[in-house]
C-alpha cells in the first residue's frame, strides 16, 4: 500500500496523509495540475466522467422520469444536481443551441403577435396605444422588440416552472404534499422540456437549411408545439406514478389535465413576453 507525504489541506488547512483530506474531501495540489493538460484532464473528468453528478443526473433525468423528483424527497441528494441547478444548466444548454442554429422556440415576432397567435385580436390595440407613447411607427419599433423579446424569451423561463408548481399541487391538493415537493417535480419536468426544447430548435434550423422557412414558418412552429406537448404527455406519464404514486384512470387523468396545462402555460408565456416586451423597449 503505497503512502502518502504529509499535505495541508488547501481548503480548510487540516494536516494529513490521506490521499483525501478527511474534512472536506480536497485533494493535494500535484505540479501537473497547473498545466495545460492538467486543466484539460479535470474539465473533462468533470464533464464526462461516469461517476458526475452531471453525468448522472441528466441521464437519469431523461431515461427515468420522476426517478430525481422522488430521490431529493427521500433524502438522497448526494449523487445528483439540485433540481435548481439542474435547471439552469439545461436553460444553459437551450440558450446555447440556439444561439449557435439562431433557433427562436419561444421568441414571437411582434409581426406574429399581431397577426397569428391567439390574442391578435387586440394586440393591434395594445401595441398602437404604446407607438402612440413613443411616438413611433410600427417600422421602426418592430425591430427593437423582436431583438429584446428574443433575450427575454430565453431568461424568463423558469416563471413557466414556477406557475406549473400550482398544477400538481392542486390537481393533487388531498395528498397534502408541501409546496416545495411540487416545485421540485416541475423544475425537474422543465428541466427535460428544456433539452427537448433544444432538439425543436435544431429541427427547426434544419428546415430552413433545406429550403424550407424554418424559425419563419407557423407551419412548423405549430407542427413542433403539436410534437413537443404529446412528447410532454409521455414524459409526465411515466413520471406521475413514481412521484404521487397515482396509478390507472387517475394517472391517465392526472396527464390529461398536466399536458394541457403545459400547452396553456405556454402560451400564457408568450402572451406575457409580449406585455413585457412592449412596456419595458421604447
Known sequence: MTETVPWTCPTCNTVTDTPFCPVCGEEPL???????RGFVEHTFEAFTSIDSKLVRSFRNLLAHPGLLTVA????RRKPYLGPV?????????????????????????????????????????????R???????LELYAPAFDQAVEVKARSLIIFMALFFALVPMLVFLRRR??????????LHFYSFLLLLLCVAAVVQAMVGWVGGLGFTSDGVDHFLAISLLMASAVYLYFSIAPVYGT?????????????????????????????????STS
Open 131 to 137: 407607438l402612440a407613447v413613443l411616438h413611433k411607427t
Open 177 to 186: 404534499r408541501p409546496l416545495i415537493a411540487h416545485a421540485v417535480f416541475s
Open 85 to 129: 441547478p439542474l435547471f439552469l444548466i439545461a436553460n444553459v444548454v437551450f440558450f446555447a443551441i440556439e444561439s449557435l442554429v439562431g433557433g427562436k422556440v419561444f421568441t414571437t415576432t411582434l409581426d406574429s403577435h399581431l397577426h397569428t397567435q391567439p390574442w391578435s385580436g387586440f394586440a393591434p390595440h395594445l401595441v398602437e396605444a
Open 72 to 75: 431529493f424527497l427521500q433524502g
Open 247 to 279: 396509478r390507472g384512470v387517475a394517472r391517465v387523468a392526472a396527464t390529461l389535465v398536466f399536458t394541457v396545462f403545459v400547452g396553456v402555460i405556454a402560451l400564457g408565456y408568450r402572451f406575457a413576453l409580449l406585455l413585457i416586451t412592449l412596456y
Open 30 to 36: 500535484r505540479t501537473r495540475d497547473l498545466t495545460l
